[in-house]
């Protein structure tokens, strides 16, 4: 089992940037793709980039691509979410979450095993 924490997450006025982190323990981040997922108030959770475990391939929702960079440190145990030209609708509780599939990454919520406690976004416009 895999453990999953959140962090990075604050305040941050629209056109700026922030950079999540998520720390595994239990077991080694390698064994699994990764994803981020966001959850704005009164929506569903939606899946916004995820990795696969070699880094070899990567997917952006259209919502975030070209401003959001998904990344990850195997030998830190570390998956990060650059976020950069932030907009007020980026506002949403963000998770990480792990996908214990040998090849690719899920495409939806009910494809991933182990989830973060989530960490706050809000960004001002």
């Known amino acids: 089992q895999v453990q999953l924490v959140e962090s990075g997450g604050g305040l941050v006025q629209a056109g700026g940037s922030l950079r999540l982190s998520c720390v595994a323990s239990g077991r080694t981040l390698s064994g699994y793709a990764m994803g981020w997922f966001r959850q704005a108030p009164g929506k569903e959770r939606e899946l916004i980039t995820a990795?696969?475990?070699?880094?070899?391939?990567?997917y952006y929702a259209d919502s975030v691509k070209g401003r959001f960079t998904i990344s990850r440190d195997n030998a830190k145990n570390t998956v990060y979410l650059q976020m950069n030209s932030l907009k007020p609708e980026d506002t949403a509780v963000y998770y990480c979450?792990?996908?214990?599939?040998?090849?690719?990454?899920?495409?939806?919520?009910?494809?991933?095993?182990?989830w973060g406690q989530g960490t706050q976004v809000t960004v001002s416009s």
């Open positions: 979450a792990a996908d214990m599939r040998a090849r690719g990454y899920g495409s939806s919520r009910y494809s991933y095993d182990y």
């Open positions: 990795i696969t475990r070699s880094s070899s391939s990567t």
